[in-house]
């Protein structure tokens, strides 16, 4: 199906959604809690776009352009008045939460804020709360953290914000998908912490290279089917050869 | 007994009320959660001790009864056949009426109601303003029926509508009269129960959900409670009557788990209708089948919001989603649902028996049929209220609502829930309908009225609302969880006559990013008490910000206790009483407040019987 874009017109497959397909087609629309790894959420409400279609009548809506399923003929504009305000009122909004995001403050400053016009959460950290931790969490197969409460009090933890349970294997997912980089964790020769647990670490048998712990390793063996062996060296050592061998093979 | 068809249904019916005929006088005695916690269950203990002494017991039956709604008054009684209504019944007087009203038809002067506007005594139910001009289309059967008993249901003439339904009717057809009624969504969103329903038919994939939403969270609303507690067959039918228009065969009732009485009632209700062969396999032979499964919430205000309620029943943290894709299409486990309120599906049976024709007749032109509604706040009559769609709210405060407690002046009606607005006094004369009530800033929601007297604040009214639904706000989306933390922060300043005039431009620009961006109706529609007070009482925020004064004596950081000398008698009352032992004075000398002491509670205030505390 064919949509328009900021005046251009996309083609598109049914069942995408317009951020993807604007994405694809080099359109840029800011998102926060959008991840290709992980589904669609819709929370940070930062992909809001406006639409309209010949058969509205003149009707517009602004939508979130990350769940908003195409439509054959549908013409969406990323950045008209009324996208602008949303997208700088959640900024704005983003910016009192978290006001030493330097990602939170250089998406405020293209939207011209420069200070937050409402007042700083007190003692404030790193989190917006886009869940993209425990989606990827959840995804992995690990669903070791969750969100615990609602509203403004709602957090991401472990439970009991404890320490993290078995059910964690320490794969840094959550650290390494997390925008703000709000999740801490910290690794030292042949330890990694994070979640308040302490995890072994396995090197690469060739370059000595981190790749894991052994739970991690574990569970993702499991979770492909692959021997656990497959998990004795690092990537570029097992591109490597690879490569070598398919060097043998041609020639 | 199980019923394998729709003419046993009738038999059973006809025996029932023959039966009846050959009865007795009955005592109604309201067992609805306000009488409960007034003290009915003595109350009609006491009565079936007095039968007993009397050796009345086979003549005269004691029904314990739903919600009659006139809770103010409670406990309830009402003497069947002639009607005869006692309020405010204490256990002590059961043995007088036995005794006077049963044995020798002699009224109780002392336990009628008095009509406060024309200090008459009135004696029948139907006399009493509050009742009279309200039309108890779902209501009615309240106080006619003992909940627990599906044969006085039955009596009434229930479930004879799925009966004719089942053999008689097509699935479109029934759809097709739903949709003639007009009969839109009570739980707030007004749509179209019959366009849902047919874009649920019309769905693809299997299986289809039907789901009854009990979760009624607004302060001060109570009216699905009752109808769950009072008459939950009505519900139960409605549900398998849209069950069978819309080819689904599992249904859901999501139900506060703070409703116990409501969640004991459904389920004897539901395995009554099962022993009955009205719900569960092969209903009443027809071969079609569907049953219910109750399904309690775990307390989450943003629960009641469809979405929610669907990942909530899923067993998933109770968010909502986006609706871009209608539940009706893909709701409870991606499968094509229909979620309607209880009193949408309590509305169903009547619609079928009476007719789409007769239920457009009661209503406007959009807003058919009748609403049900909790009117609490400072009104003399507080209770549940069903009315014709269209009625003015003036009718609901002053004629039903009997007007405003003690006397003082009108200030505004909460309609909506907290999500809704303040509505002023030349709003009165509003005709109260989904379209009128959304227009003029607020909305129906599902249907609280919270009447205000010229003691509130309406800067405090928004603050109020804002801070449950700040508590209450999932936290999932951006606008809604910081919009509301920083929305409360602001009146929070107002309130304590910080900022300047600014403010109001800052309060609006924010409310216009959550109504616009927000993910669901919970955060879509949070600005608007904040809104409508505005709207309706700017000069109030103003004094706050300008003359860092609150008119109505509410804001502490902006008032003073003090004591009008001339009116102080020197009572010793409010020295007694005040907490914060910041009055001070002898006996028979006038008293003084101190206010650096002084925490503004109010206490002085309320116990003074000589109006001689000033608060400005």
């Given at each position: 199906m064919q949509l328009t874009i900021d005046k251009r017109s996309v083609v598109a497959r049914k069942g995408e959604y317009l951020l993807e397909v604007a994405q694809r087609n080099g359109i840029e629309i800011p998102a926060l809690c959008h991840h290709p790894a992980v589904e669609p959420w819709g929370g940070c409400r930062l992909c809001m776009v406006e639409i309209t279609h010949p058969d509205w009548k003149g009707w517009t809506g602004l939508v979130t352009a990350c769940l908003y399923p195409v439509q054959d003929g549908l013409i969406v504009s990323t950045d008209t008045k009324k996208v602008h305000q949303v997208r700088a009122g959640v900024l704005d909004l983003l910016l009192a939460r978290c006001p030493g995001s330097s990602l939170i403050q250089n998406l405020a400053r293209q939207y011209g804020i420069e200070e937050t016009s409402f007042t700083p959460r007190k003692a404030p950290d790193l989190c917006i709360l886009c869940g993209l931790c425990i989606r990827i969490c959840e995804k992995i197969g690990a669903s070791a953290i969750s969100s615990i409460g609602r509203g403004v009090e709602k957090l991401v933890s472990v439970p009991y914000e404890t320490v993290a349970t078995a059910a964690c294997v320490g794969c840094l997912s959550c650290a390494n998908i997390c925008p703000t980089g709000a999740i801490a964790f910290s690794e030292s020769e042949h330890c990694r912490t994070i979640w308040s647990r302490n995890f072994e670490l396995v090197r690469c048998e060739e370059c000595k290279a981190v790749i894991g712990t052994p739970e991690q390793l574990e569970h993702f063996a499991r979770r492909s089917g692959l021997d656990r062996s497959y998990f004795t060296k690092c990537d570029s050592c097992r591109n490597r050869e690879a490569a070598a061998r398919f060097v043998r093979v041609t020639f | 007994m199980h019923l394998t068809s729709p003419e046993a249904l009738k038999r059973l019916k006809s025996q029932l009320v023959r039966q009846r005929k050959e009865n007795k006088s009955v005592i109604t005695v309201c067992a609805g959660t306000g009488c409960v916690a007034c003290g009915c269950a003595a109350v009609s203990a006491a009565f079936r001790e007095a039968l007993k002494e009397n050796h009345l017991e086979e003549k005269v039956e004691i029904k314990t009864t739903g919600c009659h709604g006139f809770c103010e008054r409670g406990p309830l009684v009402v003497m069947r056949p002639e009607g005869i209504f006692y309020q405010r019944v204490k256990p002590a007087d059961a043995k007088q009426i036995v005794e006077k009203t049963i044995k020798q038809g002699k009224v109780i002067e002392k336990l009628l109601y008095r009509d406060p506007q024309t200090k008459q005594l009135l004696t029948y139910e139907k006399d009493i303003p509050f009742y009279n001009k309200q039309e108890r289309l779902i209501f009615g059967m309240n106080g006619h029926m003992d909940p627990t008993s599906i044969q006085d249901y039955i009596t009434l003439g229930g479930y004879q509508a799925l009966g004719r339904v089942l053999v008689s009717v097509h699935p479109d057809e029934v759809i097709e009269e739903v949709k003639k009624s007009g009969l839109r969504g009570r739980g707030g969103g007004g749509f179209s129960t019959g366009r849902k329903w047919a874009s649920c038919r019309q769905a693809e994939g299997e299986p289809k959900y039907i789901i009854c939403n009990a979760d009624e969270g607004d302060p001060g609303a109570f009216m699905d409670r009752s109808l769950l507690e009072g008459n939950p067959h009505a519900v139960v039918e409605g549900m398998i009557i849209g069950a069978y228009a819309i080819g689904s065969h599992d249904g859901y009732v999501y139900v506060r788990n703070e409703y116990p009485l409501a969640v004991k009632n459904l389920n004897i209700a539901l395995a009554a209708a099962r022993e009955y062969g009205l719900l569960g396999a092969d209903i009443l032979g027809s071969g079609f089948s569907f049953d219910i499964t109750v399904s309690r919430g775990g307390g989450a205000f943003v629960c009641g919001e469809s979405t929610a309620l669907m990942a909530s029943l899923e067993g998933k943290i109770g968010e909502p989603r986006a609706k871009y894709i209608h539940t009706v299409e893909c709701g409870l486990w991606e499968k094509p649902s229909t979620l309607n309120n209880v009193e949408t599906w309590a509305n169903v049976p009547t619609i079928i028996e009476k007719g789409a024709d007769w239920y457009r007749k009661i209503g406007t032109e959009n807003s058919k049929g009748t609403k049900v509604f909790a009117l609490t706040g400072k009104v003399n009559n507080t209770g549940l209220v069903e009315v014709p769609m269209g009625i003015p709210l003036r009718e609901i405060i002053f004629d039903i609502g009997g007007g405003i407690l003690d006397g003082r002046a009108f200030k505004a009606v909460q309609t909506g829930g907290p999500s809704g607005g303040c509505l002023p006094e030349s709003a009165l004369n509003l005709p109260v309908d989904f379209d009128t009530l959304t227009e003029a800033g607020s909305m129906m929601g599902s249907g609280g009225l919270i009447v205000m007297d010229d003691r509130t604040c309406m800067v405090d009214v928004a603050k109020y609302f804002i801070h449950f639904l700040l508590e209450e706000s999932c936290g999932k989306c951006v606008p809604c969880r910081e919009g509301l933390r920083q929305l409360h922060e602001m009146l929070e300043e107002i309130s304590r006559g910080e900022g300047g005039v600014g403010t109001l431009d800052g309060i609006e620009r924010l409310c216009s990013v959550m109504e616009q961006g927000s993910l669901c109706a919970l955060g879509r529609s949070a600005p608007n008490p904040v809104m409508s007070t505005l709207r309706y009482f700017r000069d109030e925020y103003l004094a706050h910000l300008?003359?860092?004064?609150c008119p109505a004596g509410v804001c502490k950081a902006l008032i003073n206790y003090s004591v009008i000398e001339e009116n102080c008698t020197g009572c010793v009352v409010c020295k007694r009483a005040c907490p914060a032992e910041a009055i001070t004075g002898e006996k028979n000398q006038v008293h003084k407040i101190n206010s650096e002491i002084c925490t503004r509670c109010g206490i002085c205030l309320a116990v003074c019987k000589f109006d001689a505390i000033l608060v400005e």
């Open positions: - | 300008e003359a860092h004064r």
